[in-house]
């Protein structure tokens, strides 16, 4: 029999520790179970979590792959690496920019860390980005506009002391189970759960309250609870006075609460719901139904503002994102994506200098803003695009025009399964995955684990990282020395980058992961390990200019696509229980049958299938009549590849995150003719 491994389940951000049993014959992971020994989820796991681990529906890839006439054909590893290079280098010799970069939060921390030190050390690209950006990225700038630093100060032990528990836009019924059954036990034996979504989700099936807003009117009501608070004389006043700054500038801006709950399309018995709740020990939960709006960093803040204003910003309490992608937060603090890594910041020339000298460059190879963002990125038509880890052509709004932008480049996609980017792409060079790679990982509440091979690779498939470290020596031989580097090595060249840092990791080694399991950052020696951010010993510090949190002013703008006679329906897009990162693993090499939920009253059809049209395209399904949508909305699952050909390329300014939640569709018989689709 083989031997148990330990390593960490990479599904999504909530880290939890699994021990897997690999094949006793040929290749694969035979067994997956949760690892009571793993400090994070102590034996608990989803069966998502396992099947995708164990067994999932991807097309494997098993041998690399170069276009030729048109077609992909198998080939060796020499020629598809001497193809690679070649293609990447003629791209590079138009200007640094004209390469493009688009890693992944399914990557190790070993592997995003490796990439980006090629993209911009190497490449010197700022088109540079990671699919985190399409789900993270407003949240990310929102925690560093209000506290200098990126990362929730809050920790997995404050759900069981919290005594409420708000969860906004998100729904981790589906996508976090094993999270949500710890909030769903602490709300049940000490407090309660308020869910805030248009949907009647899984998560607001299990909650005490459910209070439905209008499609994209979040900042309206967080605004409106905010006033209901101040107009009651509800604020934590000593904390505001003591640790933050802006209050006043946020006072004079505020709309009266029954004006902003008007706009939100909610009534007053809810926002004095919501603010009664703030009254005690409360964590406010959010995710991408916050995130992915064009002011998805505004209302990130005000839900901020929210926790701050009520003092709701110490243990057992406060603004808690919920990462979906399993290492979104490692390549956050590692892969030189939107910081260098441990949050040095990306303009300032003490931290590039820093990073030149350590890679040993010029300091002006380095890029000195952090790019445009994955649609910004795709925009500028670069002549190469390197994927790794990620779909785009599934995975970006405007698909069709994604789509569009790859086909006009030389493309490589490394990746373990064959995807719509892999269908397009010029080169394929198939990656390790789960069960099969060495490194680590960084989960939501900043706990870094391993990750460990169960099973030895498959024959014509390498590791992410030996791919990224090959490519970089061989395009770049005096920078990147080692094509096929020790992830511990990598590990530790990262982590010293972080010393003395706000995400100061420099005290955790592989030594020290193979004790304890897993260590919560910031730990900058071997001793220490992270709890609660910003608050130590009653007292507040933050790592902004003042030393104070900040408040924000940010208030309701109209939908960037509102409504009209023609387009009279509202889209919504969000995860479905067995979609995860464009449900590769999960629906196969083949896409399901598209599956629309309409509640029946919007629903004018008599039969079940239907035409979903938007301005940028169409697609059919199949009807759901849901009662649990609300009326006059669409809602699709986001990560089938069709349904972003409907979706909008507008972005936060600030996040550069698309807004993929609402846009205006219309239905249409199956066999209806569809109009051209033109500007509008």
Same mark, same amino acid.
């Given at each position: 029999?083989?031997?148990?491994?330990?390593?960490?389940?990479?599904?999504?951000?909530?880290?939890?520790?699994?021990?897997?049993?690999?094949?006793?014959?040929?290749?694969?992971?035979?067994?997956?179970?949760?690892?009571?020994?793993?400090?994070?989820?102590?034996?608990?796991?989803?069966?998502?979590?396992?099947?995708?681990?164990?067994?999932?529906?991807?097309?494997?890839?098993?041998?690399?792959?170069?276009?030729?006439?048109?077609?992909?054909?198998?080939?060796?590893?020499?020629?598809?690496?001497?193809?690679?290079?070649?293609?990447?280098?003629?791209?590079?010799?138009?200007?640094?920019?004209?390469?493009?970069?688009?890693?992944?939060?399914?990557?190790?921390?070993?592997?995003?860390?490796?990439?980006?030190?090629?993209?911009?050390?190497?490449?010197?690209?700022?088109?540079?980005?990671?699919?985190?950006?399409?789900?993270?990225?407003?949240?990310?700038?929102?925690?560093?506009?209000?506290?200098?630093?990126?990362?929730?100060?809050?920790?997995?032990?404050?759900?069981?002391?919290?005594?409420?528990?708000?969860?906004?836009?998100?729904?981790?019924?589906?996508?976090?189970?094993?999270?949500?059954?710890?909030?769903?036990?602490?709300?049940?034996?000490?407090?309660?759960?308020?869910?805030?979504?248009?949907?009647?989700?899984?998560?607001?099936?299990?909650?005490?309250?459910?209070?439905?807003?209008?499609?994209?009117?979040?900042?309206?009501?967080?605004?409106?609870?905010?006033?209901?608070?101040?107009?009651?004389?509800?604020?934590?006043?000593?904390?505001?006075?003591?640790?933050?700054?802006?209050?006043?500038?946020?006072?004079?801006?505020?709309?009266?609460?029954?004006?902003?709950?008007?706009?939100?399309?909610?009534?007053?018995?809810?926002?004095?719901?919501?603010?009664?709740?703030?009254?005690?020990?409360?964590?406010?939960?959010?995710?991408?139904?916050?995130?992915?709006?064009?002011?998805?960093?505004?209302?990130?803040?005000?839900?901020?503002?929210?926790?701050?204003?009520?003092?709701?910003?110490?243990?057992?309490?406060?603004?808690?994102?919920?990462?979906?992608?399993?290492?979104?937060?490692?390549?956050?603090?590692?892969?030189?994506?939107?910081?260098?890594?441990?949050?040095?910041?990306?303009?300032?020339?003490?931290?590039?200098?820093?990073?030149?000298?350590?890679?040993?460059?010029?300091?002006?190879?380095?890029?000195?803003?952090?790019?445009?963002?994955?649609?910004?990125?795709?925009?500028?038509?670069?002549?190469?695009?390197?994927?790794?880890?990620?779909?785009?052509?599934?995975?970006?709004?405007?698909?069709?025009?994604?789509?569009?932008?790859?086909?006009?480049?030389?493309?490589?996609?490394?990746?373990?399964?064959?995807? @719509?980017?892999?269908?397009?792409?010029?080169?394929?060079?198939?990656?390790?995955?789960?069960?099969?790679?060495?490194?680590?990982?960084?989960?939501?509440?900043?706990?870094?684990?391993?990750?460990?091979?169960?099973?030895?690779?498959?024959?014509?498939?390498?590791?992410?990282?030996?791919?990224?470290?090959?490519?970089?020596?061989?395009?770049?031989?005096?920078?990147?020395?080692?094509?096929?580097?020790?992830?511990?090595?990598?590990?530790?060249?990262?982590?010293?980058?972080?010393?003395?840092?706000?995400?100061?990791?420099?005290?955790?080694?592989?030594?020290?992961?193979?004790? @304890?399991?897993?260590?919560?950052?910031?730990?900058?020696?071997?001793?220490?390990?992270?709890?609660?951010?910003?608050?130590?010993?009653?007292?507040?510090?933050?790592?902004?200019?003042?030393?104070?949190?900040?408040?924000?002013?940010?208030?309701? @703008?109209?939908?960037?696509?509102?409504?009209?006679?023609?387009?009279?329906?509202?889209?919504?897009?969000?995860?479905?229980?067995?979609?995860?990162?464009?449900?590769?693993?999960?629906?196969?090499?083949?896409?399901?049958?598209?599956?629309?939920?309409?509640?029946?009253?919007?629903?004018?059809?008599?039969?079940?299938?239907?035409?979903?049209?938007?301005?940028?395209?169409?697609?059919?399904?199949?009807?759901?009549?849901?009662?649990?949508?609300?009326?006059?909305?669409?809602?699709?699952?986001?990560?089938?590849?069709?349904?972003?050909?409907?979706?909008?390329?507008?972005?936060?300014?600030?996040?550069?995150?698309?807004?993929?939640?609402?846009?205006?569709?219309?239905?249409?018989?199956?066999?209806?003719?569809?109009?051209?689709?033109?500007?509008?």
């Amino acid at each position: 029999m083989s031997e148990w491994v330990p390593t960490t389940c990479m599904r999504c951000a909530v880290g939890c520790g699994h021990m897997h049993q690999g094949a006793d014959i040929g290749y694969g992971i035979d067994i997956v179970r949760g690892d009571p020994a793993h400090p994070v989820n102590q034996g608990l796991a989803c069966a998502r979590g396992i099947r995708e681990s164990k067994n999932p529906n991807g097309e494997w890839l098993t041998r690399p792959l170069v276009r030729s006439d048109g077609k992909l054909q198998q080939t060796t590893w020499d020629v598809a690496l001497a193809r690679t290079v070649a293609g990447l280098r003629e791209a590079q010799s138009q200007g640094p920019d004209s390469v493009a970069v688009l890693g992944s939060g399914q990557q190790t921390n070993e592997a995003a860390y490796m990439l980006g030190k090629v993209a911009r050390g190497g490449f010197g690209t700022r088109n540079y980005d990671a699919n985190t950006t399409l789900c993270m990225a407003s949240a990310v700038t929102a925690y560093y506009q209000a506290f200098g630093s990126d990362a929730p100060p809050c920790t997995y032990a404050d759900i069981d002391t919290a005594e409420g528990h708000v969860i906004w836009g998100a729904n981790p019924a589906v996508a976090h189970p094993v999270l949500f059954r710890w909030i769903r036990q602490a709300a049940s034996e000490n407090g309660e759960l308020v869910v805030v979504d248009p949907v009647r989700s899984e998560t607001a099936e299990n909650a005490e309250h459910h209070v439905a807003p209008a499609p994209g009117k979040d900042l309206a009501l967080a605004r409106a609870v905010l006033a209901h608070i101040v107009e009651t004389d509800r604020v934590d006043t000593a904390f505001v006075e003591a640790a933050t700054d802006g209050f006043d500038a946020l006072l004079s801006a505020l709309p009266d609460a029954k004006t902003a709950a008007s706009d939100a399309g909610v009534t007053m018995a809810d926002v004095d719901l919501l603010a009664t709740t703030l009254d005690h020990r409360t964590l406010i939960y959010w995710g991408m139904g916050i995130n992915q709006h064009v002011q998805g960093t505004e209302t990130s803040r005000a839900l901020i503002d929210l926790t701050m204003a009520t003092g709701n910003l110490r243990p057992g309490s406060g603004p808690f994102s919920l990462t979906g992608q399993a290492n979104s937060m490692g390549t956050r603090i590692c892969s030189s994506k939107g910081t260098w890594p441990g949050q040095r910041a990306f303009e300032a020339p003490y931290h590039r200098r820093i990073i030149a000298d350590c890679w040993g460059i010029p300091v002006d190879r380095l890029p000195d803003d952090s790019g445009p963002g994955p649609v910004g990125i795709l925009e500028t038509n670069p002549d190469a695009i390197w994927t790794v880890a990620t779909n785009p052509v599934a995975g970006m709004p405007d698909t069709d025009a994604a789509r569009t932008a790859l086909e006009d480049a030389f493309v490589v996609a490394q990746d373990a399964f064959h995807t @719509e980017t892999t269908a397009v792409a010029d080169v394929v060079l198939p990656a390790a995955t789960w069960g099969e790679s060495e490194g680590t990982t960084t989960n939501m509440e900043r706990t870094i684990s391993r990750v460990r091979a169960a099973t030895d690779l498959p024959t014509g498939v390498r590791t992410d990282l030996d791919l990224i470290a090959t490519i970089g020596t061989r395009l770049f031989p005096e920078f990147i020395k080692d094509p096929s580097p020790d992830p511990s090595a990598v590990f530790d060249e990262f982590t010293a980058l972080t010393e003395g840092t706000v995400a100061d990791c420099s005290g955790i080694t592989y030594e020290r992961l193979e004790e @304890e399991h897993a260590v919560r950052w910031p730990a900058p020696d071997e001793e220490s390990t992270g709890g609660y951010r910003y608050y130590d010993d009653a007292s507040w510090s933050f790592p902004t200019a003042s030393g104070n949190a900040q408040f924000s002013i940010g208030q309701q @703008e109209p939908l960037p696509e509102p409504t009209n006679d023609e387009y009279s329906l509202v889209l919504t897009t969000a995860r479905e229980a067995d979609g995860y990162n464009t449900g590769v693993r999960s629906r196969g090499g083949t896409s399901s049958e598209l599956v629309a939920r309409i509640h029946p009253d919007t629903v004018t059809l008599d039969n079940d299938r239907a035409i979903v049209a938007s301005r940028r395209g169409s697609v059919t399904v199949r009807v759901d009549r849901d009662e649990s949508i609300p009326r006059g909305m669409v809602w699709l699952p986001i990560h089938h590849p069709a349904t972003n050909r409907l979706t909008l390329s507008d972005r936060d300014p600030q996040s550069n995150e698309p807004h993929f939640k609402q846009c205006a569709v219309r239905l249409a018989a199956p066999e209806a003719e569809v109009s051209p689709v033109t500007a509008d």
